[in-house]
């Protein structure tokens, strides 16, 4: 019962570099998340998603893209990395439904940028 | 600008003794209160929720109370056990347009539960 799959787990980068966090839910749910997560400033909404093909901005946005091409996966792309970008970023996904249904997140991508 | 606030970054109890963790917020249009529990290196799971036509919501040890005129909400912890010992955090949901369902977290408040 795997849920939310984060890929990697951890990554050290250098300034400039690029690279995409892969995100893998098997849940078939509709929406999925991408957050930043920083000491003392909770969990930051960065981009997301309602459904396959779509994606909008979140709280975040700037210096990141994504990409939903398929319904169980949702990528977050840094094209050129900054220090400012060292955080640790979490994935969710959420089914249909009121606005109870709580989110499901992964376990987490440790991310430094050198 | 942020929405949810959680003003204590931590809060200590003893094992047995209630837990009562604070969020205050302040858009009008949250309709939905969600508490995520986390532990190190792990993501956050979720724990309980409250509709904002209630003001109570209870799940065996853990209750939560919604305070809609004073823009505030706890999460009662009875009895706290060592396994309660984890960062906590608020999050609010506002019905929007496109059904979203984007959520506001929460700093977050460590508690830990001393034996």
């Known amino acids: 019962n795997a849920g939310v799959t984060q890929t990697p787990k951890f990554r050290v980068l250098k300034t400039g570099q690029s690279m995409t966090l892969l995100c893998a839910q098997d849940?078939?749910?509709?929406?999925m998340y991408w957050y930043r997560q920083d000491p003392g400033m909770g969990l930051r909404l960065i981009h997301y998603?309602?459904?396959?093909?779509?994606?909008a901005k979140g709280e975040v946005p700037d210096g990141y893209n994504v990409s939903r091409l398929k319904k169980q996966n949702f990528l977050l792309g840094l094209e050129s990395a900054a220090p400012s970008q060292t955080s640790v970023y979490f994935c969710?996904?959420?089914?249909?439904?009121?606005?109870?249904?709580?989110?499901?997140f992964g376990d987490g991508t440790r991310l430094s940028i050198l | 600008d942020q929405q949810v606030k959680q003003n204590s970054p931590s809060l200590s109890v003893q094992e047995g003794r209630i837990s009562i963790l604070n969020c205050d917020y302040t858009?009008?249009?949250?309709?939905?209160f969600l508490w995520y529990k986390k532990y190190p290196a792990e993501g956050p799971t979720f724990l309980i929720s409250?509709?904002?036509?209630?003001d109570k919501n209870e799940d065996g040890r853990f209750t939560v109370f919604l305070n809609k005129s004073a823009k505030h909400l706890s999460l009662h912890i009875v009895p706290s056990q060592p396994g309660d010992s984890a960062v906590y955090f608020c999050?609010?949901?506002?019905?929007?347009?496109?059904?979203?369902?984007?959520?506001?977290f929460g700093a977050g408040t460590t508690v830990t539960v001393r034996a």
């Open positions: 969710a996904s959420r089914g249909k439904g009121t606005g109870n249904q709580p989110q499901h």
């Open positions: 849940m078939n749910h509709e929406y």
């Open positions: 998603s309602v459904g396959e093909g779509t994606t």
């Open positions: 858009n009008s249009m949250f309709d939905y």
């Open positions: 409250i509709s904002s036509i209630k």
């Open positions: 999050a609010a949901s506002a019905h929007t347009w496109g059904n979203d369902y984007k959520l506001s």
